[in-house]
């Protein structure tokens, strides 16, 4: 019989072995049977045997990539895996099974060069590398690290660190099974079959990155998640906070007014017992004076429970200070104040605006907001104030539900002083600057007298790098009249 032929039978019968060995001390595998494990035995030998009779005709890439496949089906159906888990546990167990083939192989070099005399193609010495090699994949799997399997393979869920580093194993053991198969047969390793192995590692690595760049965009839309579910955790607990000192609040103001509330119901049940014993005069004067006390009770009441509700903050202690205070301007005034920040206000003061300049802008428009209301005979009394991005460009817009700009004051503003209200207090020396802070921002005043909401009227401060002087009015034939100075105005 032909002794190659016997010793590559032998051979393969050991990688195969080794390989099946490997796989299921990977995962750990603990339910064997023994039916089972005879199949799989005997399939290894049947595939030695088939692998070293086409050994000569078949170049071994095809080989080994045939076999690698059908362990993969065979393995991971045993096992109950899905296929793309098995392909990379099959992969790591035919790294095991030839770096453990190597290893014997230079054992078994080093005991035939101390024994010269032994002939190197008998099949002893194929069972003994064989042996060494079982011996070696047992030893490794005897370790404290990996006595249990590896841990990594036996986790359920799939995540992104995971799927790399699955994916870098794979490309490694691709790469060390064409290096090992270029060293052992140089010279059957042919342009042909470099090429071919070539374009699977190039289809293998596409199916890669295009899982990745999947995986990618998931990651990216989940860190997103977990930053929207941070800020709403934030402003959750934030009302949280600002509703227990509420209540706080609450129940610190009924437990001073509670006598008191005692004290004037007394008062109330001894007038009416006296009612008939009282003249008119008296009982009015009487009636008057507990009226008085009790307004004076409610109104002192309503005080010391009223609370602001908490702005959003922009994490620019200034910017919220003059919030702040514009904020209880407002409540002065019975004005509702809103605040929404939705874009970094950190980048618009880096690139456009001054702080210094912002503070002022922000004093001197929501300023001029209140007055107007404080004119309006409209019910609804509220000022929005809102930083974000409209057209791709940062922007701050104030809405209001006051009076509208009178004509002339729209033509005069930042010209000279400018106000609808300059007997009530009004210099329109606010506008001066805010057109004079524009001009050095580049950016464009927008006023937008259709808002289609409760709002009469807003200001937008858009940094558009344009300069442009913008009115959206029903007015716009009116205003185009009086506009004698012939002021360049865009009006829609």
Do not use: W
């Not at 691709?174 to 060293?183: K, N």
């Not at 930042?414 to 001066?432: D, M, Y």
Request: charged share 20%.
């Amino acid at each position: 019989m032909n002794l190659d032929l016997i010793n590559t039978f032998i051979k393969f019968v050991g990688i195969n072995i080794t390989l099946c060995f490997s796989y299921f001390r990977i995962l750990n595998h603990q339910q064997y049977s023994i039916l089972k494990n005879i199949i799989i035995f005997t399939i290894s030998v049947a595939l030695a045997f088939i692998e070293s009779i086409v050994t000569p005709d078949v170049s071994s890439v095809v080989r080994i990539t045939i076999s690698y496949i059908v362990y993969c089906f065979i393995l991971g159906n045993y096992s109950n895996i899905h296929f793309s888990k098995s392909l990379i546990i099959t992969a790591l167990s035919v790294c095991f099974s030839y770096i453990a083939y190597f290893i014997s192989s230079l054992f078994a070099s080093m005991l035939l060069a101390f024994a010269p005399h032994i002939d190197y193609k008998s099949p002893i010495i194929s069972l003994l590398l064989i042996i060494i090699q079982m011996i070696i994949i047992l030893l490794f799997f005897r370790t404290k690290r990996f006595k249990n399997g590896i841990p990594f393979f036996k986790i359920e869920n799939t995540s992104n660190k995971k799927y790399f580093i699955s994916s870098c194993i794979l490309i490694l053991n691709i790469i060390l099974i064409f290096l090992y198969l270029g060293m052992q047969n140089p010279s059957n390793f042919s342009l042909k079959y470099f090429t071919m192995s070539f374009c699977l590692l190039l289809i293998a690595l596409f199916a890669i990155f295009i899982e990745a760049f999947i995986l990618y965009h998931k990651q990216k839309l989940q860190t997103q998640a977990l930053k929207d579910y941070e800020k709403e955790l934030s402003e959750t607990k934030q009302k949280l906070e600002t509703a227990i000192n509420e209540k706080q609040k609450l129940v610190k103001s009924n437990h001073e007014f509670y006598h008191r509330q005692e004290a004037l119901n007394k008062k109330l049940d001894d007038l009416m017992r006296q009612q008939t014993s009282l003249n008119s005069t008296e009982f009015s004067e009487e009636y008057a004076n507990v009226l008085d006390r009790i307004n004076s009770l409610s109104n002192e009441y309503s005080i010391k429970t009223k609370s602001l509700p908490a702005l959003v903050e922009t994490n620019i202690v200034e910017i919220d200070d003059m919030l702040s205070y514009m904020q209880s301007e407002c409540d002065k005034n019975n004005i509702e104040f809103i605040l929404k920040v939705d874009c970094n206000l950190n980048f618009i003061l880096e690139n456009y605006i001054s702080k210094s300049q912002l503070e002022t802008l922000l004093g001197d428009l929501i300023r001029n907001a209140i007055i107007a209301i404080d004119h309006s005979s409209n019910d609804y009394k509220s000022i929005m104030v809102i930083f974000g991005i409209k057209d791709e460009a940062y922007e701050l817009c104030i809405f209001d539900s006051g009076i509208p700009f009178e004509i002339n004051t729209l033509l005069n503003l930042g010209l000279q002083p400018a106000s609808t209200h300059t007997n009530e207090g009004g210099t329109g020396i606010g506008f001066i600057t805010t057109f004079e802070t524009i001009n050095s921002c580049n950016a464009s005043f927008i006023i937008n007298e259709n808002t289609n909401s409760n709002y009469s009227k807003s200001i937008e401060i858009k940094f558009d790098n344009k300069h442009e002087y913008i009115i959206i009015s029903d007015r716009k034939e009116k205003i185009t009249e009086l506009n004698q100075s012939n002021r360049k105005i865009i009006l829609k």
